[in-house]
């Protein structure tokens, strides 16, 4: 059973135009409720109608499996229908897309005008190639990344066990050093406690034969003639007089006892939390060399990503708008984002909210957050990340519907950070890696204050304290480093990155911007920002725009980065 279809519609019965008008005449005319329900028994009438004698059959079985296909006829952004097509950017619009981005476009046609022979065009057929293509490209993936989890675990298992090993070696070496400072103890005790009980035992002599003269004196005073004490009397004085003198130099050694420990500086640094750490976990990551089909798509077709020179000599500066970020109270703007509906959204750490404005600098309004935000980095259409400074955290956060995904605690301040290849870079003490779900990865020892900014291989961080801009490989290898200007501590050195690894950066005494090339050989001064203070850039990779915001809001520049 068959019938014919006009148009996709979504309803609990399908029919074409025809069949639906047959079943309203044939309800009107003898009075019957609407039938819900209603088949096309023979295919014979349609080909006679001029609406449907060109439309091919298609079974109701096939007809609902439609009903999953999820095909917007209405702008995401705008909620409006899309009835223009950019044959420039290949993108479908309605007149607010129309009238906001794409003005200056030249081919702009109507969208029933573009759909014209859909179902017979190449760009259809080269579609239904490119989803069997990057089938056969997700199932490589999938079956190269199958033996994974289990080398992964191995590798856990592995590394736990040097771990447990390295406790076990330092726990015998510190029950030997134990045992040892135990025994020089024991030996320490046991001397000066003989070197006490031999001085008590000679001063107990010397004790005892004293009783004695005194008992004889007292004798020699009762029972013997004067003449006898006279003589006694001088004999026992000498007597006396020699122990006197012996005591008086037995008493020079004569001590008391304290004993101290003495602890190794080293030990000390593991028992006072100096050592922070045992080890760190360094995980490299090696590229798997995959043959990846490319797609027959032709770049007519598709818009390509501008891949950036990697000589600074070709990048120029093409201004799209300059705005203010107006308000009553003082504000601090440490960080900034280009969302990809091109809306401009800074942080205002002076506050607990994200001010958003249009790219033609109009005020939107404010997302809130959860504390005052520092830095601001995108994570996909729905998504972006927060950084919240000396509160010792950051979270994913869907700006849509403003809904905190995820809330990843640091234990430290967190400061600038960046998302590259479905990777969150955070600057904390160390550089930490986190996926795009929040779960830590790794880190990178990179020399750093405030602000960082990475590409596909490198990580650049900038110290304010010193003026260097340094870059680093993902193992937290210095690659080189370039002097950009001596900074006072209130201004932190802001940077950003193109694909290809050029750096943008503020010169604060000639108030330059520039571009430091990719290999830190080579720089280039793009513009000179007057009276601009930039505090947050930040370079959107897709769509090859730069935005620059000065800390308290008075001025924000966005510049198209034009590359030769």
């Not at 010792?392 to 956060?397: D, P, S, V």
């Amino acid at each position: 059973m068959f019938l014919y279809i006009v148009g996709v519609v979504m309803a609990s019965s399908v029919h074409c135009g025809p069949c639906l008008y047959d079943i309203a005449y044939q309800n009107a005319k003898n009075g019957a409720p609407v039938v819900k329900k209603v088949y096309v028994k023979s295919a014979k009438t349609h080909p006679k109608n001029k609406t449907s004698r060109d439309y091919g059959r298609v079974s109701i079985g096939d007809c609902r499996q439609m009903e999953v296909v999820l095909i917007s006829s209405t702008c995401r952004d705008h909620n409006k229908k899309l009835e223009w097509f950019c044959m420039k950017h290949e993108e479908p619009l309605c007149m607010l897309c129309l009238s906001s981005r794409h003005r200056s476009c030249p081919d702009i046609i109507k969208t029933d005008v573009a759909s014209t022979n859909a179902r017979q065009s190449a760009a259809l057929f080269d579609l239904q190639e490119a989803i069997e293509v990057t089938l056969c490209n997700i199932t490589l993936c999938i079956n190269s990344q199958k033996p994974t989890p289990k080398d992964i675990e191995k590798q856990e298992k592995d590394i736990r066990t040097i771990i447990i090993n390295n406790r076990t070696k330092i726990n015998d070496r510190l029950d030997k050093l134990e045992e040892k400072l135990v025994q020089t103890l024991l030996r320490a005790t046991k001397t000066c406690t003989s070197k006490c009980n031999n001085c008590i035992q000679q001063f107990k002599i010397q004790e005892e034969r004293f009783y004695k003269l005194k008992d004889q004196v007292m004798q020699m005073k009762k029972c013997v003639s004067d003449q006898q004490v006279f003589l006694g009397t001088r004999q026992f004085n000498k007597l006396v007089t020699k122990v006197t003198e012996s005591i008086k130099t037995a008493t020079d050694y004569i001590y008391n006892y304290k004993f101290n420990l003495h602890v190794n500086s080293d030990i000390q640094k593991l028992s006072n939390d100096v050592i922070k750490e045992i080890g760190y976990i360094q995980v490299t990551e090696q590229k798997l060399d995959l043959d990846i089909k490319e797609l027959k798509i032709q770049q007519a077709q598709m818009p390509q990503k501008i891949q950036p020179s990697c000589n600074v000599a070709d990048v120029n500066l093409l201004l799209i708008k300059k705005f203010n970020i107006m308000s009553e109270r003082p504000i601090c703007i440490t960080g900034c984002a280009i969302l990809p509906n091109g809306h401009l959204v800074c942080a205002d750490f002076y506050s607990t909210e994200l001010l958003e404005y249009s790219e033609e600098g109009n005020y939107i309004g404010c997302i809130p957050v959860s504390a005052s935000p520092f830095d601001i980095t995108v994570l996909d259409s729905d998504r972006i990340a927060i950084s919240y400074g000396t509160n010792g955290f950051f979270e994913i956060l869907n700006f849509r519907n403003s809904r905190v995904e995820k809330k990843i605690k640091t234990g430290e301040h967190c400061w600038g950070l960046i998302q590259s290849n479905g990777k969150i870079f955070v600057k904390l003490e160390r550089v930490h890696v986190f996926d795009i779900n929040g779960y830590l990865l790794y880190t990178v020892a990179a020399e750093g204050t405030y602000y960082i900014s990475t590409n596909k291989n490198n990580l650049f961080c900038s110290n304010y304290l010193d003026g260097y801009v340094r870059c680093f490989d993902m193992n937290g290898k210095e690659v080189w480093k370039f002097h950009v200007d001596s900074f006072e501590h209130h201004h932190p050195l802001a940077v950003a990155s193109d694909r290809s690894g050029n750096v943008f950066v503020f010169r604060k005494t000639s108030r330059n911007l520039i571009l430091i090339q990719q290999d830190g050989k080579a720089h280039k001064n793009l513009v000179n920002l007057g009276n601009i203070s930039p505090r947050a850039v930040c370079y959107n990779i897709d769509q090859s725009t730069l935005l620059i915001c000065d800390h308290d809001g008075a001025h924000c520049v966005l510049y198209k980065v034009l590359y030769k």
